[in-house]
């Protein structure tokens, strides 16, 4: 049988082009377009910015040395980690395996400064350019405490508000909008709060088994714990994500989201400590507004999650399904004919209460996994039947498989392991049922489009379960959404103006298209989108915004935390230098 290999990163595969052509002579070296987002120009030290490296406010070594005694030890001076393959600092053995672990998710989220989305790293340090490129910490946090307790965030807190300086809270660095990073800043690393309990909870919203979990625990390690307990957990397809973090805070889509919903419908509490150092427990009756700003509202910007409990979930039968084919060059007709035949069963797949993960790019097409809980083996194959007998038609060579497990836990890891994590840039954009029924051909002819431009194009189809007691901010036009589409294109280290190039066909020609099929042009999954989204307010938040900036305004009223398109964030912005600036 045919096989098409294709590396499972967390969500968007790989063998992804540039999207923009190559204009042959763009090298590091001639990169002449700023690092500019949003940016407002001409202010620099006036007191309406954060206080910046450099300036006379900029705190000295000893009060930096007070602040790592009031944390135990636990602050953290940024040495960028690629710096080994640069300058004074190079060592090639260390480069050599810094390069080749780039692409391990772990590379990053296991550090106190580095980020997954190149972007926002403004270059600086990458271990695949020249030795004598720039290698300033620039754009990572300078200091990040590696937070072992409320104590600690307190410290950390009150030390930023005391000295004006900006503040980032920072998990495993997974966000597309350089929410976890920032010039000049000081970082809340999340990281070390691994705290895992399996609890019977009681409250009048749910009676069950819980678990109540640090912080800085992520996807794959919760996965492994619960299942130990016999239990599953909502989470996404990647295992190196956190889960209490941006994950949960902004929504939360994934394989069960279909079965159980969304990440922040698991919600039963949040411990939180507020700007003012305040530590809260946050629930739908204690601080209810908070409970339920954090419950979908966007991460980094109400507070400091220390810890959150969820339902967990007993295991259950699950199916789980894959098919690949590829785009030979020669048969592009015939190609997305299938494409599309796949397509037309994705509602079905839905009402099923499957969740479905797929990716189409110039070439090939990869669908994986389907996850199916409850349903079996015999029940999916029939549902992806209609598909294989077209591709059969079309002489299609592809690759199937599907199988039963026991729980969700088992089909996750033998249908979605871990793979490689590249740089990548997207943009988003949400489809509602009957948007897609009612012009298939319209969204099969966009991702052609898309897609023939060089780009990826990844569909994750959902039926959100309608219940009555999800009362939280999760944007209802995520709840009343079939596909969540993202247009991807693969970073390149190198040529800078290429990445802008594809950075402004995201922006200006690929999610337009897309949005142009929509009335109103569509919403988008505020974790899974643009950074340079022109309306992000209402397509990111849409009618929960104004509440959300109430919630906003009451737990920080002086902006303490901000991040780009966080909720409220429109009074700040960066100049170009990146200091961050009081706009209005
Ligand atoms: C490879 C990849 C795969 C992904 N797969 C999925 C998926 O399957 N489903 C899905 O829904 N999303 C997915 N995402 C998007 C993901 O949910 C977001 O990037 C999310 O913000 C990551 O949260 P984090 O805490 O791990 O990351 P970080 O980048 O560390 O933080 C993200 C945001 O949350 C804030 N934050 C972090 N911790 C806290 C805290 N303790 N208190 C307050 N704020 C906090 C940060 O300030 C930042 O604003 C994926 C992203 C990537 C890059
Ligand atoms: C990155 O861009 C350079 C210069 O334009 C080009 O030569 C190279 O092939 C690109 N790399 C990838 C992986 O596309
Ligand atoms: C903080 O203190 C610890 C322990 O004394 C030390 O190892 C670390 O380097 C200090 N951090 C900074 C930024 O000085
Ligand atoms: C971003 O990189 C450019 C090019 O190296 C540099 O001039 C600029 O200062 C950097 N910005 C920040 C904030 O580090
Ligand atoms: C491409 O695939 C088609 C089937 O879709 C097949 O007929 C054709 O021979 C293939 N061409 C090449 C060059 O492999
Ligand atoms: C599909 O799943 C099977 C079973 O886990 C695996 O062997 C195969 O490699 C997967 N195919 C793809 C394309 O991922």
């Known amino acids: ?40 120009a001409g202010k620099s030290s ?58 391990t998710a772990e590379t990053h989220t296991d550090s106190s400064s580095s980020v997954l989305v190149p972007y926002f790293a403004n270059q600086s340090c990458d271990p695949f350019l020249p030795r004598d490129a720039p290698c300033v910490v620039g754009t990572y946090v300078q200091y990040a405490v590696g937070v072992s307790g409320v104590s600690d965030i307190q410290s950390t807190l009150s030390f930023a508000r005391e000295n004006n300086i900006r503040l980032v809270v920072r998990n495993t660095g997974h966000d597309y909008f350089g929410k976890s990073t920032g010039a000049g800043a000081l970082g809340v690393w999340t990281h070390h709060l691994k705290d895992f309990d399996v609890l019977d909870y009681s409250s009048p919203l749910y009676t069950g088994k ?47 989201t279909s079965k159980y919903g969304f990440g922040a419908d698991q919600v039963l509490e949040w411990r ?45 039968l699950t199916t789980a399904a894959n098919l690949s084919f590829s785009n030979n060059g020669s048969n592009d007709d015939t190609f997305f004919k299938a494409v599309g035949a796949f397509h037309a069963v994705v509602p079905a797949l839905s009402d099923a209460g499957g969740t479905a993960l797929w990716t189409v790019q110039s070439r090939g097409f990869s669908l994986g996994p389907v996850t199916a809980p409850g349903v079996t083996k015999e029940t999916l194959d029939s549902i992806l039947e209609p598909v294989l007998l077209r591709l059969q038609y079309l002489g299609i060579p592809y690759s199937y498989s599907s199988a039963e497990f026991p729980s969700y836990h088992e089909s996750n890891l033998a249908y979605n392991p871990p793979g490689s994590t590249p740089g990548v840039q997207i943009g988003g954009r949400l489809v509602p049922r009957s948007v897609f029924t009612g012009n298939e051909d319209g ?50 280290h190198t040529d800078w103006e290429l990445n802008l190039r594809n950075q402004d066909l995201i922006t200006n020609t690929f999610i337009p298209s897309l949005a142009d099929l929509i009335p109103g042009g569509g919403s988008a999954y505020l974790n899974q989108a643009d950074f340079r989204e022109p309306d992000w307010q209402q397509v990111f938040y849409g009618e929960t915004y104004e509440t959300l900036l109430q919630a906003k305004a009451r737990y920080d ?27 209005s």
């Open 1 to 40: 049988m045919y096989t098409l290999k294709l590396p499972w990163p967390c969500l968007l595969t790989l063998l992804l082009v540039g999207a923009a052509t190559h204009d042959g002579n763009s090298v590091w070296a001639k990169r002449t377009t700023a690092f500019q987002t949003r940016s407002t």
């Open 46 to 103: 006036s007191p309406e910015c954060r206080c910046f490296p450099g300036d006379a406010c900029w705190p000295a070594p000893s009060a930096w040395n007070a602040l790592n005694e009031s944390v135990s030890g636990h602050l953290v001076a940024t040495v960028p980690i690629g710096s080994v393959c640069h300058g004074d600092t190079y060592d090639a053995d260390a480069c050599g395996a810094i390069q080749a672990a780039w692409t």
């Open 210 to 256: 819980a678990i109540r979990m640090g912080a800085g625990v992520q996807a794959g390690d919760a996965a492994a714990k619960a299942f130990a307990e016999g239990l599953t957990l909502v989470a996404g397809v990647c295992p190196t994500v956190g889960l209490a973090g941006g994950y949960t805070q902004g929504g939360g889509l994934g394989p069960l």
């Open 272 to 316: 939180v400590v507020l700007a003012d150092g305040s530590d809260v427990v946050a629930t739908p009756d204690r601080h209810p507004d908070l409970y339920w700003a954090l419950s979908g509202g966007g991460g980094g910007t109400y507070g400091v999650v220390y810890s959150m409990t969820v339902k967990a979930h007993p295991n259950e």
């Open 443 to 492: 969204f099969n002819q966009a991702v052609r489009k898309i897609v023939g431009q060089g780009a990826a194009v990844t569909g994750v189809s959902f039926t959100a379960p309608n219940e009555v007691n999800f009362d939280n901010s999760v944007n209802p036009e995520l709840r009343n959404s079939m596909i969540s589409f993202q247009v991807g294109t693969l970073w390149n």
């Open 557 to 583: 009223p002086d902006d303490l935390f901000w991040g780009m398109t966080a909720v409220g964030s429109d009074r700040w912005a960066e100049t170009e230098d990146k200091r961050l600036c009081r706009v």
